[in-house]
């Protein structure tokens, strides 16, 4: 006989201190979004690209020579007119689908569900990328400041993370007015050092460039400028447009109209993130900036292209500069909060489709979708500390993922408009057509130029993730099959045998053997004879106090309560298959913790044992001491 | 609705390889012992004391100075005249005693209950203290011979902790074959060394003896040789009798005539062992054998007494006194195997009297204390790791256990002459009481001179040991007194009120429904809303297959299952104070383990959130998917 304790801890008031009261249902309207707090939460991801996107051009350039870096504006006026396209033909997406959807949506509703499952997992990959990117990026503008903190990248990197996550467990509302503030700042940063350093001149202040770097500064064996490897600075710089996805899976989150505030927001983001993109990479051009990377030597101090233009700019203001780091610091970090938005709203219509567990499909306490959130940073952590805390590793995987995602969602574009043949269609299937095409020769080049460096994971993940997707929906499909009330026919009800386990006769098994009474007329009493000298005594009690229940007594030569009693109720099983078997548990509850250890607590081991037979009910009854 | 698995793995085979086949409970009379075998497991521990009580004198006596050495002998003549004294007076023990139970039995017949708990707190913790002392010692042989070890003397130690530990697991037949050769092997070994060193010269043999040693070399402030100090060597010397109280305690153990084998086997065991450690301290003595102990600087590389009376006696030859010290670690680790029959046996002794946890009198499969035999080993190895493996400082501690339950022991003896008056009752009272003076001054000696050194901490553990029995008494006389039917009237049964919750309604459910409607017909079901957008379905398909069941419908604004339903439950119970009230919780079983990753596993969390509800049964009724 084991017993329970009754202890209870208010769970309810942590849960509140850390994540707020709990939210009703009715109040899920008004979580909506206004255009000035949805721009900071989907926009902060694109924007934020502009601290590595540069960069990223910088690194690969190098690999011809210092003298082919001046190439880094063109190749970057490329990736703008690049990225208007990819933002029109999402414009054109969002008014397909007012109520969201985004990449999986689209792919799976103009390509099919295989095109579509592949879509999702291409996205989920890219927003836990999002994630570890965005971080390691910002953790690299703190480093480029204290540099004393660049052996610590790897614990910032997770401290960041999981910051975001409790902010995003409390609610996506309060997210917003939490990330309004820095976005804004830092798209007045940026303008601001632009400004200064183009039009600087004018009034007598331009930046203090770095000394031409000689041909000699080489990265790894230099080539010469080849096509090959500006169309891989241009795959590489493409990561700007990482996020711009962002806005159209989250219609739903915006105010009505709907469609035409997230359109507009999609527009706004567009011209603001091009903008800063090539100021940043004419400023890097213009002042000699070379990026050399963290290496793959483990040295992960590299100081960022934007510390190093800001250092041109304000002339080594320390103070200019410190602003200008943090504010790019400040809107990576919350760049990675546009995946705490998106990848629990993506996992959740998967799982309502059924490709992945139905949990991630429950809202929270307040409102937002708790489980798909911690997945996310669950994932996020086992990435950097796989990794560690490098953004230049994680870029190219990071672009394979997002590519294939553009690619797949304008390619369904295109499917769409030539299936449906709307007012203008076919000039929207071209821009989408050469969106598309574009975004695939992308992805070609990335998976070339850049596999060997850790794209290749993603590709491999890909098809595992789609394969993982059929075997949850194959499941759920053979429950609902199995659940179906369909050609159902009501049964009449079975006998009903009750065996009661009477460890001693006391009043500990009373209520017990009441409820057996209770329940069926077919009851019997079960004692496992472990101490044969006791059983004399207990067929004495039993006369006296068991009433008309047979006592049944089983032997158990090697002094085990489990094996007999299993081994009988499989013979009582056997004995009368068509019947129903209850087995009633007498259990007696203690007052105080430590009184536990002072009883066999044997009960959850038979409960384990006995869950294996089928068709066996297994009750506790419990008996309290105080 | 949750789900469990059918996973089973069959530890019956793990268990089988480790402790071999159970054995059934007929088989316990096969268990005992004949004398031969007897001897080993219940003298190892008297008799190995020979290992560290020549060297407990000479530590003590240096205090003094080296001149103090030539005091060993006479000291040594002490101790074996109290020894003699201590194994009479347990002979009359075993005859008084047939069934067994050494201090704590005769503690407590002849001085009461309360003495009879201080006894069995200091056996016990004497018990612990034999393991760590023992196997310290033992170990300490070991590193005396390959030195190189001395830093592993730790983890040398616990390994043989848990070594020990499984072969009682095993069962105590076995242990003892395992065990005779060793001890009978060590007694050979020393009485050979012993008769090459005392006789030897009749045959031109001498022992090469160590230098005489300078009056200057001094242990700590010498302060010449006083009485107290005289007093404080034989104190310490008398860990030679640690051990003799064992066979009392196993009467029991030996084959019939029970008492009269026994108190065979205690007087060969205290011939052998006099012998031995007077001819140890003779040798130290005649060859100016200095130990000066593994000091406090935690310096554990001192060379044991015996390894350098085996260098004089053996002329330095390593390969003799390579098997002395080996028959020594042997013995020694062996002799913590006493505390392995023991301890199991005192512990299941104190549980049946209700001042232990009932598990420790629990037979297991091998028919030996098994829960006793952890306990130990666990106590052991939190000493060994706490103060390190050391013999010099769990010696102090260990004799002042020893000495209290001597004590007392011999004191319930001569209580109980002066009240039988036996025949011959006053010379018995008379030799029990020199007995019980002379353990009593050497406890005083012990805690006066040695307490700073540790023996506070036995004296700080006895209260607390006490306080502890008394509470775990209360509770099993408070459940006795709470589990007894004088006085029980039979109830009518009250009316039965069955609830069954119901998140859906499919096929899952309907054995729960079906059970509800067995056992009671007042049944409802209970449907939580979380979504209520479902609801409207929900009562459509209640309509057509809920039959005659009332459906009750219940609003949850902040989406938990687990609040509404605690507090329906509550308010049913409310409504119904004297009925009887059963939740059924319907569950669906899935075939694969991964799958059950795909539901919410909420099943568990309701049960313990009802069980916090008074004279509510749970019970789950199993759906299988396959």
Request: charged share 15%; proline share 5%; hydrophobic share 50%.
């Given at each position: 006989?084991?017993?329970?304790?009754?202890v209870?801890?208010?769970?309810?008031?942590?849960r509140?201190?850390?994540?707020?009261s709990?939210l009703?249902?009715e109040?899920?309207?008004?979580?909506?979004?206004p255009?000035?707090?949805?721009?900071p939460?989907f926009?902060?991801d694109?924007?934020?690209s502009?601290?590595?996107?540069?960069?990223?051009?910088?690194l690969?350039?190098?690999?011809a020579?210092?003298?082919?870096?001046?190439?880094?504006l063109p190749v970057?006026l490329?990736?703008?007119?690049?990225?208007?396209?990819?933002?029109?033909?999402?414009?054109?997406?969002?008014?397909?689908?007012?109520?969201g959807?985004?990449?999986?949506i689209?792919?799976?509703?103009?390509?099919?569900?295989n095109?579509?499952l592949?879509?999702a997992?291409?996205?989920?990959?890219?927003?836990?990328?999002?994630?570890?990117?965005?971080?390691?990026?910002?953790?690299?503008?703190?480093?480029?400041?204290?540099?004393e903190?660049?052996?610590?990248?790897?614990?910032?990197?997770?401290?960041?993370?999981?910051?975001?996550?409790?902010?995003?467990?409390?609610?996506?509302?309060?997210?917003?007015?939490?990330f309004?503030?820095?976005?804004?700042?830092?798209?007045?940063?940026?303008?601001?050092?632009?400004?200064?350093?183009?039009?600087?001149?004018?009034?007598?202040?331009?930046?203090?460039?770095?000394?031409?770097?000689?041909?000699?500064?080489?990265?790894?064996?230099?080539?010469g400028?080849?096509?090959?490897?500006?169309?891989?600075?241009?795959?590489?710089?493409?990561?700007?447009?990482?996020?711009?996805?962002?806005?159209?899976?989250?219609?739903?989150?915006f105010?009505?109209?709907?469609?035409?505030?997230?359109?507009?927001?999609l527009?706004?983001?567009?011209?603001?993130?091009?903008?800063?993109?090539?100021?940043?990479?004419?400023?890097?051009?213009?002042?000699?900036?070379?990026?050399?990377?963290?290496?793959?030597?483990?040295?992960?101090?590299?100081e960022?292209?934007?510390?190093?233009?800001?250092r041109?700019?304000?002339?080594?203001?320390?103070?200019?500069?410190?602003?200008?780091?943090?504010?790019?610091?400040?809107?990576?970090?919350?760049a990675?909060?546009?995946?705490?938005?998106?990848f629990?709203?993506?996992?959740?219509?998967?799982?309502?489709?059924?490709y992945?567990?139905?949990?991630?499909?429950?809202?929270?306490?307040?409102?937002?979708?708790?489980?798909?959130?911690i997945?996310l940073?669950?994932?996020a952590?086992?990435?950097?500390?796989?990794?560690?805390?490098?953004?230049?590793?994680?870029?190219?995987?990071?672009a394979?993922?997002?590519?294939?995602?553009?690619?797949?969602?304008?390619?369904?574009?295109v499917k769409?408009?030539?299936?449906t043949?709307?007012?203008?269609?076919?000039?929207?299937?071209?821009?989408n057509?050469?969106?598309?095409?574009?975004?695939?020769?992308?992805l070609?080049?990335?998976?070339?130029?850049?596999?060997?460096?850790?794209?290749?994971?993603?590709?491999?993940?890909?098809?595992v993730?789609?394969w993982?997707?059929q075997?949850?929906?194959?499941?759920?499909?053979k429950?609902?099959?199995r659940?179906?009330?369909?050609?159902?026919?009501p049964?009449?009800?079975?006998?009903?045998?009750?065996?009661?386990?009477?460890?001693?006769?006391?009043?500990?098994?009373?209520?017990?053997?009441?409820?057996?009474r209770?329940?069926?007329?077919?009851?019997?009493?079960?004692?496992?004879?472990?101490n044969?000298a006791?059983?004399?005594?207990?067929?004495?009690r039993?006369?006296?106090?068991?009433?008309?229940?047979?006592?049944?007594?089983?032997?158990?030569?090697?002094?085990?309560?489990?094996?007999?009693?299993?081994?009988?109720?499989r013979?009582?099983r056997?004995?009368?298959?068509?019947?129903?078997?209850?087995?009633?548990?007498?259990?007696?509850?203690?007052t105080?913790?430590?009184?536990?250890?002072?009883?066999?607590?044997?009960?959850f081991?038979?409960?384990?044992?006995?869950g294996?037979i089928?068709?066996?009910?297994?009750?506790?009854?419990?008996?309290?001491?105080?």
């Amino acid at each position: 006989m084991g017993k329970s304790s009754q202890v209870r801890l208010d769970w309810s008031l942590v849960r509140r201190l850390i994540f707020g009261s709990p939210l009703s249902t009715e109040q899920i309207e008004h979580q909506r979004l206004p255009k000035i707090l949805a721009l900071p939460i989907f926009a902060s991801d694109a924007l934020s690209s502009t601290a590595y996107a540069t960069q990223a051009i910088l690194l690969n350039l190098l690999i011809a020579g210092p003298h082919a870096l001046h190439l880094t504006l063109p190749v970057s006026l490329a990736v703008v007119v690049l990225l208007w396209i990819v933002v029109t033909s999402y414009s054109q997406t969002v008014h397909a689908y007012p109520q969201g959807g985004g990449t999986y949506i689209v792919s799976r509703d103009n390509l099919g569900v295989n095109f579509g499952l592949l879509a999702a997992a291409a996205i989920l990959t890219g927003y836990v990328l999002t994630v570890t990117v965005s971080i390691t990026a910002g953790v690299q503008q703190i480093t480029s400041f204290f540099t004393e903190l660049a052996p610590y990248q790897t614990w910032l990197a997770l401290g960041a993370t999981w910051f975001l996550t409790l902010a995003n467990l409390r609610g996506a509302k309060e997210s917003g007015m939490l990330f309004a503030l820095p976005t804004y700042f830092f798209i007045f940063c940026m303008l601001g050092m632009i400004a200064t350093g183009v039009f600087g001149s004018l009034f007598g202040y331009a930046p203090r460039p770095y000394p031409p770097v000689e041909q000699t500064v080489v990265h790894t064996g230099a080539t010469g400028i080849s096509f090959v490897l500006i169309l891989r600075a241009f795959a590489s710089g493409c990561a700007a447009m990482t996020g711009v996805e962002a806005v159209a899976d989250g219609v739903q989150a915006f105010r009505p109209p709907e469609s035409k505030n997230a359109a507009q927001t999609l527009f706004s983001m567009g011209a603001i993130l091009g903008t800063i993109f090539l100021g940043i990479s004419y400023l890097a051009q213009t002042n000699n900036v070379v990026y050399r990377g963290t290496g793959s030597e483990g040295d992960t101090s590299a100081e960022s292209v934007i510390s190093m233009v800001a250092r041109s700019v304000f002339h080594d203001n320390d103070l200019l500069r410190a602003v200008v780091l943090f504010a790019t610091a400040m809107v990576l970090v919350l760049a990675a909060n546009t995946a705490y938005a998106d990848f629990p709203r993506l996992s959740s219509i998967l799982a309502r489709h059924g490709y992945m567990p139905r949990q991630l499909a429950n809202l929270g306490d307040r409102l937002v979708f708790s489980n798909g959130i911690i997945l996310l940073s669950v994932f996020a952590s086992v990435l950097i500390l796989a990794f560690g805390a490098s953004v230049d590793r994680f870029i190219p995987m990071y672009a394979v993922g997002v590519f294939l995602a553009f690619t797949l969602s304008q390619s369904g574009m295109v499917k769409r408009w030539i299936t449906t043949k709307q007012k203008g269609w076919w000039w929207k299937a071209l821009m989408n057509g050469m969106g598309a095409t574009a975004t695939a020769i992308v992805l070609l080049v990335l998976v070339i130029t850049r596999g060997p460096e850790g794209a290749w994971i993603v590709l491999a993940v890909l098809p595992v993730l789609m394969w993982v997707f059929q075997q949850i929906y194959r499941h759920y499909q053979k429950v609902r099959s199995r659940l179906t009330l369909i050609g159902y026919e009501p049964q009449p009800l079975p006998p009903h045998t009750v065996l009661v386990l009477v460890p001693d006769v006391h009043r500990g098994v009373v209520p017990a053997l009441e409820y057996a009474r209770e329940i069926s007329k077919d009851h019997r009493a079960v004692h496992i004879e472990i101490n044969p000298a006791d059983t004399q005594r207990l067929k004495e009690r039993w006369e006296q106090w068991g009433g008309d229940m047979p006592l049944v007594i089983i032997e158990s030569p090697y002094r085990s309560l489990i094996g007999p009693l299993v081994e009988y109720v499989r013979q009582v099983r056997q004995d009368h298959p068509r019947h129903l078997i209850t087995v009633v548990l007498p259990e007696f509850v203690v007052t105080k913790w430590w009184e536990r250890a002072l009883h066999n607590n044997s009960a959850f081991l038979i409960k384990l044992a006995l869950g294996n037979i089928r068709d066996v009910v297994i009750t506790n009854v419990r008996y309290y001491l105080d």
